[in-house]
């Protein structure tokens, strides 16, 4: 709503204005093209801000009119000399009612011109108390607790946002709550000392200029430590909610700082309305990101209880090695009659980097983070710039004596681009690599069997590496490459202690459910049930299996299968010189038939090939699928 302007000759046309306090069209001079302001609603005068006489400016406030409790400047629509004032203060108006009648012309220096002037740095009242409130927020107005983290060898959570995030790109959602104790504590106490609850949460970009800011955007939740030690409050939980709500919405990937000692019991302001808090969503939300978007946990300190089980749920967790993490601290160790423990005791990353809890160990909190950003990257899309090495390198990597162990790793080195490998779990399930890759700048998931850890046979902790490593590519659209040498699955009295029958049958489970493309490379062995499941089941359900010439494949072991297929006839020759010169013949004469080339032959592969060669195998039959080409599966086993 509005106020208007008219010439008299308006006026004229309208004569039901000219009643009352309207004015009277016959005291106007026509010609004179007077410019009649009017209201353009009902409403009552508030402020008169002209008087006859006064020399006004375009777009300078005439008269305040209040209506539905909201005030309505009325401006003039143009320059000039005010003429007539028709209403004063507390005056009722209807709409076009006039208010003012102006002489159009221009205003000149010396006249009373009514302009607003604007500095635009001034601060006012209302947006200095909102700055000040921000400011005892940040590290600055907290030297005392930032110098004893530093002490400590730490960073502030503030300071991990600022490395983890592009520039300024951080927009913070709920940086003014405290701690939900003002019961008990001044609030000028809580937001000097409880500074947003403990958390810091918002949205962000990573990487933004390798892969632009739409792919680039992320969600960030950082637990403060030097906010009660990092503990989940009443308010810290409504942020993460709310946080977490958004991610999903935008579908964007979470990074977690998890560091904190869980649950906190001193908020005491929620005592009516929360017994014990069993209600909450947090867990629930944090959860049901798996599989939707990616999500990192990044640790460097003490995690336990509340931030542990979210750390939990993330994809991948990144530790500094002096970390320590487990679903309860110390004090709830103790309270439940279990001995007493220091912190440094409760989850040490000597027990959670072999048992595959911790995914990427790390130095300090740079390190952790430069992970991070490496590890977003892989779900952000293609990179450019990238370089390899010489690929002829391959060639010799295997050598020609069949029996002798290599460094598959170096295989991954040479055949991925330059410096783009990350490796998870390196320190659990050793008889496999997992590893995240590029390939002319393009993100893969990459699986191979280490042939100097149990000859590359895969053992339950193994076939749970790579089932989960297979959910994980499959659910953020990452192509599978598959890099086999192996004599199968572990098997005997001792590894059936292991459960194998189901960490072996999961592998056959995920891989028939595969929704991105899979190529297999047989390096040297391929044997058995193991071997079909580093094709994801069977040679033909990747889109390509293909082997390098010290390829050999065999429904088992040659060795076990000579045993046991010519018991009788080994059993047989009396002379051990004898028997063992008979069975190394039939082992050769196995070797011969499984050879690759001969596999290929009978089309179980679907080539062998140059080793040199097999970039651009993978590039032809795994290209044109972006991280965005399935859509999200249900979940991502934690394990």
């Given amino acids: 709503m509005v106020a208007g302007a008219a010439t008299t000759t308006f006026l004229a046309r309208h004569p039901e204005l000219a009643t009352g306090e309207h004015a009277d069209p016959e005291s106007a001079d026509p010609e004179s093209a007077a410019t009649v302001v009017a209201a353009g609603f009902a409403g009552s005068v508030v402020a008169v801000a002209v008087v006859p006489g006064d020399a006004v400016a375009e777009g300078t406030a005439l008269v305040v009119l209040e209506s539905m409790k909201m005030e309505h400047p009325v401006v003039a629509p143009v320059s000039g000399t005010v003429r007539e004032v028709h209403v004063v203060d507390g005056d009722q108006v209807g709409d076009g009612t006039v208010l003012v009648v102006l002489e159009p012309g221009d205003v000149v220096a010396g006249e009373r011109a009514r302009t607003a002037q604007v500095d635009p740095g001034h601060v006012r009242p209302d947006l200095a108390e909102v700055l000040e409130r921000h400011r005892l927020t940040r590290d600055e107005a907290r030297s005392q607790a930032v110098e004893k983290r530093h002490g400590r060898g730490h960073r502030t959570a503030r300071e991990n946002v600022d490395a983890l995030c592009d520039g300024d790109s951080f927009v913070e959602y709920g940086a003014l709550p405290v701690a939900a104790q003002r019961t008990r504590r001044s609030l000028e106490d809580l937001v000097a000392s409880t500074p947003a609850d403990g958390i810091v949460t918002g949205l962000a970009t990573v990487n933004a200029a390798d892969h632009g800011e739409d792919a680039a955007r992320v969600a960030v939740l950082a637990y403060d430590y030097t906010v009660l030690a990092g503990t989940q409050g009443y308010f810290s939980h409504k942020k993460t909610d709310r946080m977490l709500s958004v991610a999903a919405r935008l579908r964007v990937p979470v990074v977690l700082f998890a560091e904190g000692g869980g649950g ?12 014990a808090g069993l209600d909450v969503g947090t867990f629930a939300a944090m ?20 931030n542990a089980a979210l750390l939990g749920c993330c994809d991948v967790i990144i530790a500094t090695r002096d970390s320590s993490l487990g679903m309860a601290g110390p004090a709830m160790i103790e309270g439940g009659g279990l001995g007493r423990f220091a912190p440094e005791e409760v989850g040490p990353m000597s027990v959670q980097g072999p048992n595959g809890v911790v995914d990427v160990l790390v130095d300090d909190d740079a390190e952790a983070i430069a992970v991070a950003q490496a590890y977003l990257s892989y779900f952000q899309g293609p990179v450019t710039g990238w370089s390899a090495p010489d690929q002829r390198l391959l060639r010799h990597v295997v050598g020609e004596n069949r029996l002798r162990v290599y460094d598959v790793r170096e295989v991954v080195r040479t055949l991925a681009d330059t410096g783009s490998v990350l490796e998870l779990r390196a320190a659990f399930g050793r008889g496999m690599v997992t590893a995240l890759v590029r390939i002319e700048g393009r993100p893969y998931g990459l699986v191979a069997n280490d042939p100097t850890h149990l000859g590359g046979a895969i053992d339950a902790d193994g076939a749970d590496k790579l089932a989960r490593f297979l959910q994980l590519c499959d659910a953020h659209g990452l192509p599978v490459i598959s890099l086999c040498d192996t004599p199968g699955f572990m098997v005997g009295p001792e590894a059936e202690q292991t459960a194998t029958v189901r960490h072996f049958s999961r592998l056959f489970v995920i891989g028939s459910h595969l929704r991105v493309p899979m190529t297999t490379i047989v390096l040297r062995k391929a044997y058995g049930l193991g ?9 033909h359900r990747p889109v390509a299996t293909a082997a390098w010439p010290t390829g050999e494949i065999g429904a088992m072991g040659l060795e076990g299968a000579v045993r046991l297929g010519y018991a009788r006839e080994l059993a047989a020759i009396d002379d051990p010189v004898a028997r063992e010169e008979r069975f190394q013949q039939l082992v050769a004469e196995h070797y011969e038939a499984g050879k690759a080339v001969n596999a290929a032959m009978t089309f179980e592969l679907d080539d062998v090939i140059d080793p040199a060669d097999t970039r651009r195998w993978l590039i032809a039959t795994l290209a044109g699928r972006s991280p965005e080409a399935s859509a999200p599966r249900g979940y991502i086993d934690t394990w």
Wanted: include cysteine; glycine fraction near 22%.
């Fill in 264 to 275: 906190r019991p001193g908020d005491t302001d929620t005592s009516a309305v929360v017994t």
């Fill in 287 to 306: 959860g049901a990101l798996s599989g939707s978007v990616p999500t990192v946990g990044v640790l460097n300190g003490r995690c336990f209880a509340g």
């Fill in 531 to 539: 071997a079909q499941a580093m094709a994801g089941g069977g040679f």
